[in-house]
C-alpha cells in the first residue's frame, strides 16, 4: 500500500502524458504504444542516472581525479588550496547517502511501463 501512495503520481502520469503526445499526432493504438516506450525508456534512464548520481557512485573517480590535479598543480598553488576539501579531499565517499523516495519509484514505474510496451508491441 505505501508503495502504491508514493508511486501513483508516476503510475499515472507516464500513461497520461502519453496520451497527451499520441493526442496531438495521430492517434493510434500503435502509435501510443510507440510513445509510451520512448516516454518509458527515456524517464527510466533519467532516474537511473539521477539514482546513481544520488548514491555516490562515481564519488570515486572524481575523488581520484581532484587528488591527481592536486598532485600535478604547482607547489604554489597546493599551498593554496591545501586546506581545501574539495581540490584536496581526504576521503573518496561520504558516510551517508540521501537518496529522495520518489526517484526510486519513477524508475520502478517506467520500467514497468517499458517491459508492458515491449509485450504490447509483440502481442500487436
Same mark, same amino acid.
Given at each position: 500500500?505505501?508503495? *502504491?501512495?508514493?508511486?501513483? $503520481?508516476?503510475? $499515472?502520469?507516464?500513461?497520461? $502524458?502519453?496520451?497527451? *503526445? #499520441?493526442?496531438? @499526432?495521430?492517434?493510434?493504438?500503435?502509435?501510443?504504444?510507440?510513445?509510451?516506450?520512448? !516516454?518509458?525508456?527515456?524517464?527510466?534512464? !533519467? @532516474?537511473?542516472?539521477?539514482?546513481?548520481? &544520488?548514491?555516490?557512485? $562515481?564519488?570515486?573517480?572524481?575523488?581520484?581525479?581532484?587528488?591527481?590535479?592536486?598532485?600535478? #598543480?604547482?607547489?604554489?598553488?597546493? &599551498?593554496?588550496?591545501?586546506?581545501?576539501? *574539495?581540490?584536496?579531499?581526504? @576521503?573518496?565517499?561520504?558516510?551517508?547517502?540521501?537518496?529522495? #523516495?520518489?526517484?526510486?519509484?519513477?524508475?520502478?514505474?517506467?520500467?514497468?511501463? *517499458?517491459?508492458? #510496451?515491449?509485450?504490447?508491441?509483440?502481442?500487436?
Amino acid at each position: 500500500m505505501r508503495f *502504491f501512495k508514493k508511486s501513483i $503520481l508516476w503510475l $499515472l502520469a507516464t500513461p497520461v $502524458l502519453t496520451l497527451i *503526445f #499520441s493526442l496531438i @499526432s495521430d492517434f493510434t493504438l500503435t502509435n501510443y504504444i510507440n510513445i509510451l516506450f520512448i !516516454l518509458s525508456s527515456i524517464i527510466a534512464i !533519467l @532516474s537511473f542516472v539521477m539514482i546513481i548520481i &544520488q548514491e555516490g557512485v $562515481l564519488d570515486p573517480t572524481s575523488y581520484g581525479f581532484r587528488r591527481l590535479t592536486y598532485q600535478l #598543480s604547482t607547489k604554489k598553488r597546493r &599551498q593554496s588550496v591545501a586546506d581545501d576539501s *574539495f581540490f584536496n579531499p581526504k @576521503s573518496a565517499k561520504k558516510d551517508h547517502y540521501v537518496i529522495t #523516495s520518489w526517484i526510486k519509484y519513477a524508475c520502478a514505474c517506467n520500467i514497468i511501463y *517499458f517491459l508492458i #510496451s515491449i509485450a504490447l508491441a509483440y502481442i500487436i
